[in-house]
């Protein structure tokens, strides 16, 4: 499969990661729409949000975004899924922005 987010996972790219735990990655979008913007990015390659099922890739992902909001956000954030090609969503593997106004 052709994917750039499993290639970013697999470390391919050589892409910094701002963390990382067991199930999920977390690394700067290339195209930043707010002061602070990290995609938040599980490992296991699924298209989107509804078909992350597992309840330890969920934890796991939303273990590491709480950790990205506190430490790279002043605690105000948004926090966006997009999924499906009509609402925005570009890349088909699962992942969560993390867009702030004030970084931390
Ligand atoms: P979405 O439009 O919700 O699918 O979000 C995909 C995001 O991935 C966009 O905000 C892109 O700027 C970002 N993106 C695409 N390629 C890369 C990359 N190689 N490294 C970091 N961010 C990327
Ligand atoms: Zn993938």
Known sequence: ???IFCKIVSGEFGT???TQNEHA???KDINPQAKVHILVVPRD???NVSELDSAD???GL???IREVAKEQTDGQFRLQFNTGSREGQ???HTHAHVLSAQSN
Do not use: N, Y
Request: hydrophobic residues 55%.
């Open 57 to 59: 890739s969920l934890l």
């Open 16 to 18: 910094e990661f701002v």
């Open 25 to 27: 990655v977390a690394f």
């Open 62 to 64: 939303f273990e590491l």
């Open 45 to 47: 390659h699924t298209s």
């Open 1 to 3: 499969m052709d994917c």
């Open 90 to 92: 570009s890349v088909f």
